[in-house]
Nanobody, 126 residues
């Protein structure tokens, strides 16, 4: 059974930082790219970032470029999303996903996603 579990969400002040973690089990972790999406009620889901299976390449949505970073620890089956200089518009539920490729993540398309986490809430207050 595959499990994808996000953690680290919470309340942060505008300009602050937060790190999300994504712990994965039940699959060969380094066979998958790891994507982060976010969703606000009433809005389209947004692809935030993606990191390739070996951590060599990463991609980011324009809205978070320069503020967010992603990384992974293949030895511990965990991916991370480091968020800095956060803005109220970063408020959303953040989802981690194991995907076959990063090809369409930042375009917001989930066609390559194989497994989803349950999401973790991030609230940025001004």
């Amino acid at each position: 059974q595959v499990t994808v579990a996000e953690s680290g969400g919470g309340l942060v002040l505008s300009g602050g930082s937060l790190r999300l973690s994504c712990s994965v089990s039940g699959l060969i972790f380094d066979n998958y790219a790891m994507s982060w999406f976010r969703k606000v009620p009433g809005k389209e889901r947004e692809g935030v970032s993606c990191i390739t299976w070996n951590g060599v390449e990463s991609q980011f949505a324009d809205s978070v470029q320069g503020r967010f970073a992603t990384s992974r620890d293949n030895a511990n089956n965990t991916a991370y999303l480091q968020m800095k200089d956060q803005k109220p518009e970063d408020t959303a539920t953040y989802y981690c996903a194991a995907a076959s490729t990063c090809l369409t993540t930042v375009q917001g398309l989930d066609v390559w996603v194989d497994y989803w986490g349950q999401g973790t809430q991030v609230v940025v207050t001004s």
